[in-house]
T-cell receptor, first 112, second 113 residues
Framework: GEDVEQSLFLSVREGDSSVINCTYT??????LYWYKQEPGAGLQLLTY?????DMKQDQRLTVLLNKKDKHLSLRIADTQTGDSAIYFC????????????FGIGTKLQVIP | KAGVTQTPRYLIKTRGQQVTLSCSPI?????VSWYQQTPGQGLQFLFE???????NKGNFPGRFSGRQFSNSRSEMNVSTLELGDSALYLC????????????FGPGTRLTVT
């Protein structure tokens, strides 16, 4: 079955780059996503990447996909205190109708 | 456009009761998915509705059910509540499917005592 794994916690200093990593098991995934959840709120879609792409950049966010290793990463440049949140990696399972599987979430702490 | 709204935001119920949660998707969105979020299990997919039909279902017992109305609004129902049902229930909408990402509501925090 499909599974998505993430480390639980990451701490960085303000102004540094953050790299949040994720591994997935479903080789037939077509789309992979990064969501952000702030305290008391729902999830916010940050970006997504199609499985035939290696990289996607959107302002301070860079997504890298290594399909061979089934590894996805999210790099946040110039991390700000407002980036403190939980970041979820997710994939679409392509068997039949689409079902999204989420990782457990990585809590990013930004130290001023 | 207004975002996804969920009501109520907070709910306290006792074991054995039933509960109904409501979700209004973004205008024009026809797909609505429900998730259960707990600290131990993370986000678990409950079901997805599209055009008033359940299109996909996660691995939850039959006590969890849902429906979608012709205006795409959706409700989920949990009968015979158990302590383990305490969670944040999130609703997410998308235009037709989840491939381009989903838009989440703020969630309903359900506490079962």
């Amino acid at each position: 079955g499909e599974d998505v794994e993430q480390s639980l916690f990451l701490s960085v200093r303000e102004g540094d780059s953050s790299v949040i990593n994720c591994t997935y098991t479903d080789s037939s995934s077509t789309y992979l996503y990064w969501y952000k959840q702030e305290p008391g709120a729902g999830l916010q879609l940050l970006t997504y990447i199609f499985s035939n792409m290696d990289m996607k950049q959107d302002q301070r966010l860079t997504v890298l996909l290594n399909k061979k290793d089934k590894h996805l990463s999210l790099r946040i440049a110039d991390t700000q205190t407002g980036d403190s949140a939980i970041y979820f990696c997710a994939e679409i399972f392509s068997g039949g109708y689409q079902k999204v599987t989420f990782g457990i979430g990585t809590k990013l702490q930004v130290i001023p | 456009k207004a975002g996804v709204t969920q009501t109520p935001r907070y709910l306290i119920k006792t074991r054995g009761q039933q509960v109904t949660l409501s979700c209004s998707p973004i205008s024009g969105h026809r797909s609505v998915s429900w998730y259960q979020q707990t600290p131990g299990q993370g986000l678990q997919f409950l079901f997805e509705y599209f055009s008033e039909t359940q299109r996909n279902k996660g691995n939850f017992p039959g006590r969890f059910s849902g429906r979608q109305f012709s205006n795409s609004r959706s409700e989920m129902n949990v009968s015979t509540l158990e302590l383990g049902d305490s969670a944040l229930y999130l609703c997410a909408s998308s235009l037709t499917d989840s491939s381009r990402g989903q838009y989440f509501g703020p969630g309903t925090r359900l506490t079962v005592t």
